[in-house]
């Protein structure tokens, strides 16, 4: 479904992706496990359309999408470590806002809202100001947007941040129905227990390069993970 093959990307202080091949099937999650700075996040930034490689061809099924980046909005959506402006609307009313700015139809939009904030616990916080929420709702409610705007490849760049553990399992439960619907998922993560619980391979990223693989079936799958993160054990 999505592929990239080849990546390069340079940084101000030199690489930051080097030679970097990812594929991802139809209803598949995988996880880019590794160090901070390893480059898991440039991946998705580039899988989202939000940079453009310096080298190296994107696809998404048979189209190529590396002169064009941008139209990879329509298939693949991003959900990152800060949640974007404004701040002074409802949580109700930033929702909206995004659903317009990503293209949702107009039509589709209220009832998917609904899901979505139900979702993630946030249905009795419709009218509040997003500037009045913890760093854990607003968490949520970036997790909320992206599952109003329901993109066929969800990238996640490390969602476990600031999450609770009610939204946490509600955050797998719902990884877990996406994919049997066909979605498919990168996500970018510092945290073990997400990759054992939704994804079915795992990469460890270091320095720019994916430097080793195992698949959740693997006997080995969670040592792995636990190594891949810097873990003694």
């Known amino acids: 479904m999505l592929e990239l093959k ?3 990307l340079n940084g101000e202080h030199g690489p ?4 970097f091949d990812l594929s991802v099937g139809v209803g598949e999650a995988v996880a880019l496990v590794g160090l901070a700075g390893s480059g898991c996040s440039a991946v998705l930034a580039i899988a989202s359309g939000a940079v453009q490689a310096h080298r190296g061809r994107v696809r998404f099924g048979k189209v190529e999408f590396t002169r064009r980046p941008h ?3 329509e298939h693949t959506g991003l959900s990152g470590s800060e949640l974007m402006g404004p701040f002074d609307l409802s949580v109700e009313g930033w929702l909206s806002y995004w659903s317009s700015a990503q293209g949702v139809n107009p039509s589709e939009v209220a009832e998917r809202q609904d899901h979505a904030l139900h979702i993630f616990g946030l249905s009795d916080y419709r009218a509040h100001s997003v500037s ?5 709702q607003r968490r949520c409610l970036d997790l909320a947007r992206l599952r109003v705007f329901n993109p066929t490849v969800y990238l996640l760049d490390h969602p476990c941040a600031f999450l609770d553990g009610y939204s946490f ?3 797998v439960d719902e990884i877990n129905s996406l ?14 227990n997400l990759p054992a ?12 390069d994916p430097v080793e693989e195992c698949e959740q079936g ?3 799958f969670r040592d792995f993970v636990r190594r891949s993160l810097g873990w003694k054990s």
Do not use: M
Not at 132 to 136: C, I, K, P, T
Not at 179 to 192: D, L, P
Not at 197 to 208: N, P, S, Y
């Open 6 to 8: 080849q990546i390069f």
């Open 16 to 19: 930051i992706l080097k030679s």
């Open 71 to 73: 139209a990879l909005r």
């Open 132 to 136: 009045q929420l913890s760093q854990s």
């Open 169 to 171: 399992w509600k955050l």
């Open 179 to 192: 994919k049997r619907q066909g979605h498919s998922f990168v996500i970018a993560t510092n945290e073990y």
């Open 197 to 208: 619980k939704v994804c079915d391979r795992a990469i460890f990223v270091e320095g720019g």
């Open 218 to 220: 693997s006997p080995h």
